[in-house]
T-cell receptor, first 113, second 112 residues
Framework: DAGITQSPRYKITETGRQVTLMCHQT?????MFWYRQDLGHGLRLIYY???????DKGEVSDGYVVSRSKTENFPLTLESATRSQTSVYFC????????????FGPGTRLLVL | GQQLNQSPQSMFIQEGEDVSMNCTSS?????WLWYKQDPGEGPVLLIA?????ELTSNGRLTAQFGITRKDSFLNISASIPSDVGIYFC????????????FGDGTTLTVKP
């Protein structure tokens, strides 16, 4: 199906484990983003990517790693998960950095025990 | 970093009532965006505003870009049950490389 998808939709892990969240878009959008949403709060930018092999940090990037070897995929890795990383993670894509509409995926709900 | 204050935090209204919410910032933004998030879903863009003073409508929704460029307002007229959700404002600034700064959201509950 066309659009932006995230997997898994739900994940439970333990402190210290490495976790990778996947994001895939079929529009060939240049820009992709990762946000986290904590209960009662808005979205905070973790990382973004302007194109394949180009990534940059957002405001809450500590403890996260991204890669973008292909335009359509933008995986987010928690190198050693902590309880404070329990959150809902949203991936988004857009034609340009933000002046155009960002299309959001359905989110991944991550619980770190 | 840039901060947005969105209010109210939550609203409980009767079907048919009008709704107003707003976002304010200490910083100037070049673009204001309003999103709606349904439970279990990602945000969806409702309205984008690009010029100070701009007033834009999308059906029963009307949003305005404040003259000072530090605030924006969203109004929903004649609310219906499917308006339930969380509404987020977001601002974008040339000085922040176009990245979006999000408010904490307004949770809207509509009683039939």
């Amino acid at each position: 199906d066309a659009g932006i998808t995230q997997s898994p939709r739900y994940k439970i892990t333990e402190t210290g484990r490495q976790v990778t969240l996947m994001c895939h878009q079929t529009w060939s959008h240049s820009y992709m983003f990762w946000y986290r949403q904590d209960l009662g709060h808005g979205l905070r930018l973790i990382y973004y990517s302007a194109a394949a092999d180009i990534t940059d940090k957002g405001e809450v990037s500590d403890g996260y790693v991204v890669s973008r070897s292909k335009t359509e995929n933008f995986p987010l890795t928690l190198e050693s998960a902590t309880r404070s990383q329990t959150s809902v993670y949203f991936c988004a894509s857009s034609e340009s950095q933000g002046w155009e509409t960002q299309y959001f995926g359905p989110g991944t709900r991550l619980l770190v025990l | 970093g840039q901060q947005l204050n969105q209010s109210p935090q939550s609203m409980f209204i009767q079907e048919g009532e009008d709704v107003s919410m707003n976002c304010t910032s200490s910083s100037i933004f070049n673009t204001w965006l309003w999103y709606k998030q349904d439970p279990g879903e990602g945000p969806v863009l409702l309205i984008a505003l690009y010029k100070a003073g701009e007033l834009t409508s999308n059906g029963r929704l009307t949003a305005q870009f404040g003259i000072t460029r530090k605030d924006s307002f969203l109004n929903i007229s004649a609310s219906i049950p499917s308006d339930v959700g969380i509404y987020f404002c977001a601002g974008q600034s040339n000085t922040n490389a176009g990245k979006s700064t999000f408010g904490d959201g307004t949770t809207l509950t509509v009683k039939p």
